[in-house]
T-cell receptor
Framework: EDQVTQSPEALRLQEGESSSLNCSYT??????LFWYRQDPGKGPEFLFT???AGEEKEKERLKATLTKKESFLHITAPKPEDSATYLC????????????FGTGTRLKVLA | ETGVTQSPTHLIKTRGQQVTLRCSSQ?????VSWYQQALGQGPQFIFQ???????GRGNFPPRFSGLQFPNYSSELNVNALELDDSALYLC??????????????????FGPGTRLTVL
C-alpha cells in the first residue's frame, strides 16, 4: 500500500537549535519525493524534489536527503521565520499518476 | 508567489448542492492537479490533468470531476455535496515533461486554495 509517514508530528526548537524531520515512504513506481512548506491558511510552497537514493538538495538552512525508504529534512540553526508545517510527498506511477502526502511536521522555532 | 490563482477564496454551500471551483495555472505549465486538505491533515490527491486528459486519480468518488481547458486553466466540480466535503481545496500546476534521459519532473506549485464549507 502506498503510504507516507512523517515524524515527529510537532517539534519545538530554540532559535539556532538544529534538528531533522523524518519522512518514511512506500510507493510503487516512485517518480520523486517532494518537500513542501505550508504556512497557516496558505497553499504548500515547493522546497525540494529528490529522485534517487543518495541525492541531496540544499536551500539556505534546509537540506533534504533521500534513501530507498526514507527522507530527512535537516534544519540547521533555525530562525523563528522557519516556523511552519513541513509536508513530505511522493509521486508514483502504476499505469496512472498518483501523489501521496504525509500529515506533516508542525515546526515552531522560539526566539 | 507561484502565479497559480484560485477562485473563489471562500464558499458556503448546503448538503446536496453542486459546486464548481476554478484554477488558473502558472504560465507555461501543462499539468494541473487538485487536492482536498482537511484541517490538520496533509493534502489528499483527487486527480491530475495533463493536456486536457485525466492521467491520475486518487480515492475519490465519481461525483468529484474535473476539466482542463486549452489554456491550461481548470475546474473542479463536486456534485451532491456532503458535510465531509468541507475542506480546503488546492490546485497545483506543473510541467510534466521528460528532462533528458526520460526523467519526468513533477514539481507542483500550489495556489492559495478555496475554503469550502458544507452546511
Amino acid at each position: 500500500e502506498d503510504q507516507v509517514t512523517q515524524s515527529p508530528e510537532a517539534l519545538r526548537l530554540q532559535e539556532g537549535e538544529s534538528s531533522s524531520l523524518n519522512c518514511s515512504y512506500t510507493v510503487s513506481g516512485l517518480r520523486g519525493l517532494f518537500w513542501y512548506r505550508q504556512d497557516p491558511g496558505k497553499g504548500p510552497e515547493f522546497l525540494f524534489t529528490l529522485y534517487s537514493a543518495g541525492e541531496e538538495k540544499e536551500k539556505e538552512r534546509l537540506k533534504a536527503t533521500l534513501t530507498k525508504k526514507e527522507s530527512f529534512l535537516h534544519i540547521t540553526a533555525p530562525k523563528p521565520e522557519d516556523s511552519a508545517t513541513y509536508l513530505c510527498a511522493v509521486g508514483g506511477y502504476s499505469g496512472t499518476y498518483k501523489y501521496i502526502f504525509g500529515t506533516g511536521t508542525r515546526l515552531k522555532v522560539l526566539a | 508567489e507561484t502565479g497559480v490563482t484560485q477562485s473563489p477564496t471562500h464558499l458556503i454551500k448546503t448538503r446536496g448542492q453542486q459546486v464548481t471551483l476554478r484554477c488558473s495555472s502558472q504560465s507555461g505549465h501543462n499539468t494541473v492537479s487538485w487536492y482536498q486538505q482537511a484541517l490538520g491533515q496533509g493534502p489528499q490527491f483527487i486527480f491530475q490533468y495533463y493536456r486536457e486528459e485525466e492521467n491520475g486519480r486518487g480515492n475519490f468518488p465519481p461525483r468529484f470531476s474535473g476539466l482542463q481547458f486549452p489554456n491550461y486553466s481548470s475546474e473542479l466540480n463536486v456534485n451532491a455535496l456532503e458535510l465531509d466535503d468541507s475542506a480546503l481545496y488546492l490546485c497545483a500546476s506543473s510541467t510534466l515533461r521528460l528532462a533528458g534521459g526520460s526523467r519526468e519532473t513533477h514539481e507542483q506549485f500550489f495556489g492559495p486554495g478555496t475554503r469550502l464549507t458544507v452546511l
